[in-house]
């Protein structure tokens, strides 16, 4: 948490996505100092499997993995299409290490739109999920990031939302 001026703000919060506050604005900044992105991936702490999966939809649902927020949190729809094509591409380029399910009932979860909604509010930016596996630790997941650099190259934002562990 961080404390500002009389208020606390929670910077993991849900939160963070509808009401304006220093997250929120620094969010909105940051597309204006990177190329506009072809497709982005991301990787949230809110999803962990058993094994890694990728989001395969081709208009992933909003989901919204919380309780006990306002309504207004609830409300919110960030209607971003997917890319069954990026999700193709990042199992195989991990594919050397392990084996990634194709997921095409999975939506994006708040630990995705919580962020990319404030960045891309027009949502017309292809957005692929990836999940952490719980079968394996921190550094493992390290050493498949690595294998994702060529994405870069390809015009793919990669953001991470979450610490390594949510809990």
């Not at 999920?129 to 060529?150: C, N, R």
Request: aromatic share 8%; with cysteine; proline share 8%.
């Amino acid at each position: 948490t961080i404390e500002s001026g009389s208020s606390i703000q929670w910077t993991g919060s849900p939160m963070n996505a509808i009401e304006d506050n220093d997250f929120r604005r620094r969010w909105q900044a940051l597309p204006h100092r990177l190329p506009r992105p072809k497709a982005i991936l991301c990787i949230s702490a809110h999803w962990e499997t058993r094994g890694v999966y990728v989001t395969a939809s081709e208009s992933p649902d909003t989901i919204h993995d919380f309780q006990g927020f306002p309504k207004a949190l609830f409300d919110v729809r960030y209607r971003a299409p997917g890319s069954p094509a990026l999700a193709h591409r990042v199992a195989d380029l991990l594919s050397p290490t392990t084996r990634v399910h194709l997921d095409a009932g999975r939506g994006l979860d708040h630990g995705a739109w919580g962020v990319l909604q404030p960045m891309y509010p027009e949502a017309d930016i292809p957005i692929v999920q990836l999940s952490l596996s719980i079968l394996h630790p921190g550094a493992w997941h390290y050493d498949l990031a690595k294998l994702l650099a060529p994405l870069r190259a390809e015009g793919v934002l990669i953001v991470g939302s979450g610490n390594i562990v949510h809990n």
